[in-house]
């Protein structure tokens, strides 16, 4: 079984992230009151670094699985493996994460097979139980335990949503992208290019945002914006490292890149 887990370090440096609104706060109250946590919004807006900043700052280790259509409930739950001659049970991240008190975070999690959704549920009410068939084991999750998921509504179709029954099951939290002070803040902070040549950039993230919807299926992520900032820190002209961070990631239309092209040109000048 390929393990896609990264498991973070109880008691190291936080990762930063800027509030946007109130989900540090709501964090911290889901985790005390052992409540699962959605986290809904577009790809690049922070989720993941959110989660592992709030796993850093209350000091629990963090399992994260990066969903795909081959993932299966066993993936998450472990499996028996040949190890020198023996057949040993191996733990699954989701395993780990509940005989660890960890936080178990599952990213885009839609894209899982359905089977994975059952195995979440008993872990998502009052029981707060693993049961693993293949060993005989029903695993109760201690205090520390915490189920986060996320997934982008806007790819979303019917052949790939959560059930009703499923996001009723958590405490949802809706991302967006920050306000342009704030996300010229988050650029600056991660890639060391000063504001007075990030805010232009941020202004066309904006202006490529609004494309979203027409010739855009996601418009520019405040991980994007990042990469540019990074890239033109670094000595790369600005126009090259736009169209090789803000430009080429959206689309593979040639006729789209040159109206995103006259967008950059109109937006910087």
Not at 199 to 228: F, H, I
Request: with cysteine.
């Amino acid at each position: 079984m390929e393990d896609s887990s990264r498991q973070g370090t109880a008691g190291g440096a936080v990762p930063f992230y800027a509030p946007t609104g109130n989900e540090v706060a709501l964090f911290e109250h889901a985790h005390r009151n052992r409540l699962p946590l959605l986290l809904k919004g577009p790809t690049g807006c922070g989720k993941t670094r959110f989660v592992a900043h709030m796993a850093a700052r209350l000091g629990r280790p963090l399992h994260t699985v990066s969903c795909h259509d081959d993932l299966t409930a066993a993936d998450l739950t472990g499996r028996y493996l040949l190890k020198g001659g023996d057949t040993v049970w191996t733990d699954g991240p989701l395993t780990r994460s509940v005989r660890e008190g960890a936080i178990c975070y599952l990213d885009e999690v839609v894209e899982a097979r359905k089977d994975v959704t059952v195995v979440l549920h008993p872990l998502t009410d009052d029981r707060r139980l693993l049961p693993l068939e293949r060993t005989g084991e029903l695993l109760e999750a201690p205090a520390a335990f915490m189920l986060v998921v996320s997934y982008n509504p806007g790819y979303q179709n019917i052949l790939k949503s959560l059930k009703p029954s499923t996001r009723q099951r958590f405490v949802a939290i809706e991302f967006g992208f920050p306000k342009p002070d704030a996300e010229t803040g988050i650029v600056v902070q991660e890639s060391g290019l000063p504001a007075d040549r990030v805010a232009p950039l941020v202004q066309l993230g904006n202006a490529l945002r609004a494309l979203k919807g027409q010739d855009l299926e996601e418009g520019v992520s405040t991980r994007l914006l990042v990469y540019c900032a990074s890239l033109i820190r670094d000595g790369m002209p600005r126009d090259e490292a736009i169209l090789a961070s803000m430009i080429e990631p959206l689309t593979d239309d040639p006729e789209v890149k040159k109206a995103l092209l006259r967008v950059a040109e109109l937006t910087l000048g």
